[in-house]
C-alpha cells in the first residue's frame, strides 16, 4: 500500500509524498489535497499520475517545464505562474532565437527558449516556411539573410516586425530599432530578389553564387554586402522594448520592469499577488505591481471608479478601486506604472478581489532604514524612544507613507523588519534628522535606488 505524507495547514495540507492514504479519498490539485468522494481506485490512478510528473519535474525539470509552459500557452494566467516557477528552479526564460527556437517552447543548456508559435502575427505557415529556409541552408547570418531565404509571401513584414520586436534577431543584431529601420529598405530587395528569380532573371551575385555553390560563408557575404542597410540609429529604450515584448508575447521575457527592485520591495510586500486569494478578508496588504489596463467605470451616482489589470513577477490579476479611494488615486492610475498599492481582500461569490485604498508610483517612494543593535532591540526603553519618535513624524495617518524599516546588526548577520504601517512617517528628512539626533544611525532611500 502508498502512504501519503503531508505536513497540516489551516484548511489544507500540502502534498510532500505522493500516494493514497488508507482512510482518505483524495484529488490533487495544484499540488493540494482536497476531500472528495471519489472511489479508490479513482484516487490511485490521479496518485500515480502525480507520482509520474514528480518524476518528470525532479529529475527532467528543463524538459519537464518547456512541457507545461507549451500544453498551457493558451492561458495567460498559468503561464505567468510556471514562468515564475521556472525562475525558482533557476532556468531562465528566454525570448525566441531566430536560428535556434521551434514551434513550441524548446529546451536549450540550461535555459527555455520562446517557441515561435507563441508569437503574436506569425501565423502556422511563416513558422514552417522558417524552419524549412534553415533546415535547408543553416543558420540565418543577418536580417537580409533571413528575407532572402524565407518565401516573403508566407513570412510578411507585419510577421517580421513581430519577430524583431519580440527579440528573435538579438543574437545577429541587439540594436531592434536598427533591426526595424534596416527592414524598410531590406524588405523590398528581398523581394525583387524573388521575382527576378521567380522570372528566370539574375545580378552578378547570382551568378556568383551558381559558380561557387560549395562557399555557402561566401554567398552570404556577398548576399550581405549586396543589400541595402539604412543609417545607424540608437536603440530603443528599454522601457519600450519591454513593452513590445509584452504585446507580442504576451509576458516580459529578456526583464521585467519590476525585476530591478524585487530584493527591495519584499520589505514592503512579503506576499505575492499568487498569495493573495489564501489572505484573510479585512487585513491591509500591500503589492508591488505593473498596472497593466484601467477601465474607468461610473456608478449609477455618477460617480468614478476604475477595475485595474495588475502583475507582479509571478502572476497577473484584477484589482478594484472604488469611488471613494478612486478621488484621491485616480491621477496615478496610468497604464505601464509601476506601483505600490495598499487595500484589502473581500469576497465576491466565493472569489477574492482585491480593493485598493491607497497607491504611489515606485519612482517616489523612500525607505527610512534604521539601523539598531541587538542590544537595542531587545531593550524595552529603547524601543520605546524609537517608537515615540516615529509617532511623532507620522502625521495624519492618510500622510504618512515612508516606511521604515529596522535593520538589526549582529555579528554574522542583518535582518530586516518592516515596521508596521502605524509608524511611518510623514516627512523622510525630518524623521532621518531626529532619529540620528536620538543615537539611531538612519539614512533614507529610494526604493528605486537600492
Same mark, same amino acid.
Given at each position: 500500500?502508498?502512504?501519503?505524507?503531508?505536513?497540516?495547514?489551516?484548511?489544507?495540507?500540502?502534498?510532500?509524498?505522493?500516494?493514497?492514504?488508507?482512510?482518505?479519498?483524495?484529488?490533487?490539485?495544484?499540488?493540494?489535497?482536497?476531500?472528495?468522494?471519489?472511489?479508490?481506485?479513482?484516487?490511485?490512478?490521479?496518485?500515480?499520475?502525480?507520482?509520474?510528473?514528480?518524476?518528470?519535474?525532479?529529475?527532467?525539470?528543463?524538459?519537464?517545464?518547456?512541457?507545461?509552459?507549451?500544453?498551457?500557452?493558451?492561458?495567460?494566467?498559468?503561464?505567468?505562474?510556471?514562468?515564475?516557477?521556472?525562475?525558482?528552479?533557476?532556468?531562465?526564460?528566454?525570448?525566441?532565437?531566430?536560428?535556434?527556437?521551434?514551434?513550441?517552447?524548446?529546451?536549450?543548456?540550461?535555459?527555455?527558449?520562446?517557441?515561435?508559435?507563441?508569437?503574436?502575427?506569425?501565423?502556422?505557415?511563416?513558422?514552417?516556411?522558417?524552419?524549412?529556409?534553415?533546415?535547408?541552408?543553416?543558420?540565418?547570418?543577418?536580417?537580409?539573410?533571413?528575407?532572402?531565404?524565407?518565401?516573403?509571401?508566407?513570412?510578411?513584414?507585419?510577421?517580421?516586425?513581430?519577430?524583431?520586436?519580440?527579440?528573435?534577431?538579438?543574437?545577429?543584431?541587439?540594436?531592434?530599432?536598427?533591426?526595424?529601420?534596416?527592414?524598410?529598405?531590406?524588405?523590398?530587395?528581398?523581394?525583387?530578389?524573388?521575382? !527576378?528569380?521567380?522570372?528566370?532573371?539574375?545580378?552578378?551575385?547570382?551568378?556568383?553564387?551558381?559558380?561557387?555553390?560549395?562557399?555557402?560563408?561566401?554567398?552570404?557575404?556577398?548576399?550581405?554586402?549586396?543589400?541595402?542597410?539604412?543609417?545607424?540609429?540608437?536603440?530603443?529604450?528599454?522601457?519600450?522594448?519591454?513593452?513590445?515584448?509584452?504585446?507580442?508575447?504576451?509576458?516580459?521575457?529578456?526583464?521585467?520592469?519590476?525585476?530591478?527592485?524585487?530584493?527591495?520591495?519584499?520589505?514592503?510586500?512579503?506576499?505575492?499577488?499568487?498569495?493573495?486569494?489564501?489572505?484573510?478578508?479585512?487585513?491591509?496588504?500591500?503589492?508591488?505591481?505593473?498596472?497593466?489596463?484601467?477601465?474607468?467605470?461610473?456608478?449609477?451616482?455618477?460617480?468614478?471608479?476604475?477595475?485595474?489589470?495588475?502583475?507582479?513577477?509571478?502572476?497577473?490579476?484584477?484589482?478594484?478601486?472604488?469611488?471613494?479611494?478612486?478621488?484621491?488615486?485616480?491621477?496615478?492610475?496610468?497604464? !505601464?506604472?509601476?506601483?505600490?498599492?495598499?487595500?484589502?481582500?473581500?469576497?465576491?461569490?466565493?472569489?477574492?478581489?482585491?480593493?485598493?485604498? !491607497?497607491?504611489?508610483?515606485?519612482?517616489?517612494?523612500?525607505?527610512?532604514?534604521?539601523?539598531?543593535?541587538?542590544?537595542?532591540?531587545?531593550?524595552?526603553?529603547?524601543?520605546?524612544?524609537?517608537?515615540?519618535?516615529?509617532?511623532?513624524?507620522?502625521?495624519?495617518?492618510?500622510?504618512?507613507?515612508?516606511?521604515?524599516?529596522?535593520?538589526?546588526?549582529?555579528?554574522?548577520?542583518?535582518?530586516?523588519?518592516?515596521?508596521?504601517?502605524?509608524?511611518?512617517?510623514?516627512?523622510?528628512?525630518?524623521?532621518?534628522?531626529?532619529?540620528?539626533?536620538?543615537?539611531?544611525?538612519?539614512?533614507?532611500?529610494?526604493?528605486?535606488?537600492?
Amino acid at each position: 500500500m502508498v502512504k501519503i505524507i503531508t505536513r497540516k495547514s489551516l484548511g489544507t495540507q500540502n502534498v510532500y509524498d505522493i500516494g493514497v492514504s488508507s482512510d482518505h479519498n483524495f484529488v490533487i490539485k495544484d499540488g493540494l489535497i482536497a476531500s472528495n468522494c471519489f472511489n479508490k481506485s479513482h484516487s490511485t490512478a490521479y496518485a500515480y499520475v502525480t507520482y509520474q510528473t514528480a518524476y518528470l519535474k525532479a529529475n527532467y525539470k528543463l524538459e519537464y517545464m518547456a512541457a507545461l509552459l507549451t500544453a498551457n500557452s493558451g492561458d495567460t494566467d498559468k503561464v505567468q505562474k510556471y514562468i515564475a516557477s521556472c525562475t525558482s528552479l533557476d532556468i531562465d526564460i528566454e525570448p525566441p532565437d531566430i536560428n535556434v527556437s521551434q514551434v513550441d517552447f524548446t529546451p536549450l543548456g540550461k535555459k527555455i527558449l520562446f517557441g515561435f508559435s507563441a508569437v503574436r502575427n506569425v501565423g502556422q505557415n511563416a513558422i514552417a516556411c522558417i524552419l524549412e529556409a534553415r533546415n535547408e541552408g543553416g543558420s540565418f547570418q543577418s536580417l537580409a539573410d533571413f528575407c532572402d531565404r524565407v518565401d516573403l509571401r508566407a513570412v510578411n513584414r507585419r510577421a517580421l516586425e513581430s519577430l524583431i520586436y519580440c527579440g528573435a534577431f538579438d543574437k545577429i543584431e541587439s540594436n531592434r530599432h536598427q533591426l526595424i529601420k534596416d527592414l524598410e529598405l531590406v524588405y523590398d530587395w528581398a523581394q525583387s530578389r524573388a521575382r !527576378d528569380r521567380a522570372s528566370g532573371q539574375g545580378n552578378l551575385f547570382d551568378f556568383l553564387d551558381g559558380i561557387s555553390n560549395n562557399n555557402t560563408a561566401n554567398n552570404k557575404a556577398r548576399k550581405a554586402f549586396d543589400a541595402p542597410k539604412a543609417n545607424p540609429v540608437p536603440d530603443l529604450p528599454q522601457p519600450e522594448k519591454l513593452r513590445k515584448e509584452k504585446e507580442l508575447l504576451g509576458f516580459y521575457v529578456s526583464d521585467h520592469p519590476l525585476k530591478s527592485i524585487q530584493q527591495t520591495a519584499r520589505y514592503l510586500a512579503p506576499i505575492n499577488l499568487t498569495q493573495f486569494g489564501e489572505q484573510k478578508e479585512g487585513i491591509m496588504l500591500c503589492a508591488v505591481v505593473m498596472l497593466n489596463g484601467v477601465k474607468k467605470v461610473m456608478t449609477k451616482k455618477g460617480d468614478p471608479m476604475a477595475i485595474l489589470q495588475i502583475e507582479d513577477l509571478t502572476a497577473q490579476s484584477e484589482a478594484v478601486v472604488f469611488p471613494k479611494y478612486y478621488e484621491h488615486i485616480g491621477s496615478l492610475l496610468q497604464v !505601464d506604472t509601476r506601483l505600490i498599492i495598499w487595500g484589502k481582500i473581500e469576497r465576491k461569490d466565493d472569489k477574492p478581489q482585491f480593493i485598493v485604498e !491607497d497607491a504611489e508610483q515606485v519612482e517616489t517612494v523612500q525607505l527610512v532604514m534604521v539601523e539598531l543593535t541587538p542590544q537595542q532591540a531587545a531593550t524595552v526603553e529603547e524601543r520605546h524612544r524609537l517608537r515615540t519618535i516615529l509617532k511623532e513624524h507620522s502625521g495624519d495617518k492618510e500622510k504618512a507613507k515612508v516606511p521604515v524599516i529596522g535593520i538589526i546588526q549582529a555579528v554574522n548577520s542583518r535582518q530586516a523588519v518592516l515596521l508596521g504601517r502605524n509608524f511611518w512617517v510623514q516627512d523622510s528628512i525630518s524623521a532621518f534628522q531626529a532619529l540620528n539626533n536620538a543615537g539611531f544611525p538612519t539614512e533614507v532611500k529610494q526604493l528605486t535606488g537600492t
